[in-house]
């Protein structure tokens, strides 16, 4: 192969000054478009992924026992794909034995290959979105994107960041020390990077790629091993990120059990035994608080980086775009049936009503005023479909049903599109009702009458610092305490949207801008991408010998 690293160098570089400036780019377009990808990408990749279903998925070389593999589209159709499978305790020693080649290879063909890895990704964005489409229930445009470049960016952004991080200091060193009238000391020093160890990436159910990507590719990029373990209802968007990071280190010279699947099925469970492995010292999760506590409490030899559970809310104290605000929020609650961390589901509002565009508009007016733009938005049957998407697991509809007890009715959900579907439910709560202040997982919002805005800010925050937030929003033309609401969130960790209302929500996060997660709270203790998040995945360790001056 020719250098990777030189081929993709300006890739790279531009990834490196987006990270410092934090202002928008990306490598990846986001439109499915055959401009883009290529006039025959669509047929082609809806040809790939129907030869896929029904059969074995080939991954040449990987550890196998036996073939496991029971995905069922949220669409109505199970894919019948079966995956090679291998006991925790062989995928480990694989995993070991690529470790040495892997740990040996300079940073520059480490990075190299990452990026060869994406941009070939990149090239199948098409197949990547119908995989992720049906495991993830997401619509197709949203799955290419999410699935497929916005995945992809947040990669980069992560190799970007482990090569700042890698170079940030010097490889070698002359060491001299005046000695006054006396000869100088002199040292030669080197330092050499060492790896942590395996990697183990816990992919989640809704977003396998977007979530799995930064952990996955910082580790490779700092010389550890990954194991990525898919949750068995979304295995083939990352089986097929694994078939192409296996055969771009086959190709550089480097073992491609560098990278391996882990596959399992209800009652073949292998999550818990590779997380508690001695040789497992990485840790990426994406997933409940219930199983985050037990990898902190049994992985103990493991650095954990986890994204999970929290209630993102939005405050609404005041307004000077009545239709706009509604229209963002209804969108913001029926993106893809609420199944998003980034998705708010408390929205504070004083019990009194709030001052609008269009005058005073009382509590249940802005509720309904909400309501009313999710059923302008969700008229139209086909963008419905495209809007909402499908329920990933069937349990979030046994959420919701029960939550339809929990508040006054404000908007009933109902199906939409194909699938197992639901639009976003709706209820009125009073401050401080329990309901409230955990999350409900799925299309389930609550709006909460509080005694004022300076209430909704309080309660907010504060249910952040204590239960986790990923975003907050606030609606309000009031500057001072639009500060200090800026300051209230910015102590529970949360990222703020303020007064949103053209075509940017806040369930969106943007790879090279946005810190996705402040890890400042119950939500994550990791942030995609700052330079904790690869900083702890390799050690500088020096050796060093005097010189004669």
Same mark, same amino acid.
């Given at each position: ?41 669509? #047929? ?20 196998? %026992? ?76 949203? !799955? ?13 952004? !992560? ?13 070698? !060193?002359?060491?001299?020390? &005046? ?90 469970? =292998? ?15 994406? *997933? ?22 929290? =209630?993102? %809310? =939005? ?43 269009? *005058? ?20 139209? &049957? !086909? ?37 197992? %579907?639901?639009? &976003? ?39 952040? #610092? ?84």
């Amino acid at each position: 192969m020719t250098d990777l690293f030189t081929r993709h160098g300006p890739m790279l570089r531009a990834a490196l000054a987006a990270l410092q400036s934090r202002e928008f780019w990306t490598p990846f377009s986001e439109i499915p478009s055959g401009k883009v990808y290529g006039e025959t990408a669509k #047929a082609e990749a809806e040809a790939a992924f129907a030869a896929l279903q029904g059969r074995a998925f080939d991954l040449p070389g990987h550890p196998e %026992s036996r073939r496991l593999g029971q995905e069922q589209s949220p669409y109505g159709f199970p894919l019948g794909i079966d995956y090679p499978a291998a006991a925790p305790a062989a995928l480990v020693a694989a995993s070991q034995a690529a470790a040495p080649a892997l740990a040996a290879a300079a940073p520059e063909r480490r990075v190299g290959i990452c990026l060869e890895i994406l941009v070939r990704l990149n090239r199948m964005s098409f197949l990547m979105g119908h995989a992720t489409m049906h495991t993830t229930g997401q619509a197709f445009a949203m !799955a290419f994107q999410a699935g497929g470049p916005h995945a992809q960016d947040r990669g980069l952004e !992560a190799v970007a960041m482990a090569w700042s991080e890698m170079t940030r200091f010097a490889d070698a !060193a002359r060491w001299e020390k &005046p000695q006054g009238k006396a000869a100088p000391l002199v040292l030669e020093k080197h330092w050499t990077l060492v790896p942590a160890g395996i990697a183990l990436s816990i992919g989640c159910n809704t977003f396998p790629t977007w979530n799995s990507y930064p952990g996955i590719f910082a580790s490779l990029a700092t010389g550890n091993p990954v194991i990525v373990k898919p949750h068995p209802a979304a295995i083939l968007p990352l089986a097929l990120t694994v078939r192409v990071a296996r055969e771009v280190l086959a190709e550089a010279g480097l073992p491609a059990d560098a990278v391996l699947l882990a596959v399992d099925a209800p009652g073949a469970e =292998v999550t818990q035994a590779l997380a508690v492995d001695p040789a497992v010292k990485l840790i990426d999760y994406t *997933g409940s608080n219930a199983f985050a506590d037990w990898l902190r409490d049994h992985a103990r030899q493991a650095h954990l980086f986890t994204e999970e559970a929290g =209630v993102n %809310s =939005v405050v609404i104290a005041a307004c000077d775009d009545f239709d706009g605000m509604c229209s963002n929020l209804a969108f913001s609650l029926a993106l893809y049936s609420g199944q998003m961390c980034t998705a708010p589901q408390n929205l504070y509002v004083p019990a009194g009503g709030i001052e609008t565009d269009q *005058g005073h508009k009382s509590f249940d007016a802005v509720a309904q005023g909400v309501a009313d733009a999710i059923d302008v938005l969700l008229s139209d &049957p !086909a963008r419905a479909a495209g809007v909402c998407g499908a329920i990933a697991n069937p349990a979030t509809l046994q959420r919701l049903d029960a939550a339809r007890g929990l508040g006054r009715m404000i908007r009933d959900s109902a199906p939409v599109g194909a699938g197992r %579907s639901a639009s &976003p439910l709706l209820l009125a709560l009073e401050a401080g009702d329990p309901a409230s202040e955990a999350e409900c997982f799925g299309p389930v919002a609550f709006f909460v009458a509080t005694k004022d805005a300076e209430e909704g800010i309080a309660r907010a925050s504060t249910l952040a #610092a204590q239960k986790g937030a990923i975003t907050g929003a606030i609606y309000d033309t009031d500057a001072a305490r639009i500060l200090r609401a800026v300051q209230a969130f910015a102590g529970a960790g949360v990222n703020l949207s303020v007064n949103l209302t053209g075509n940017i929500f806040v369930n969106q996060s943007a790879a090279f801008s946005d810190f996705h997660v402040t890890g400042g709270n119950p939500a994550g203790n990791a942030s995609l991408t700052d330079t904790a998040f690869v900083a702890p995945r390799f050690r500088r360790v020096m050796w060093r010998r005097q010189l004669r001056a």
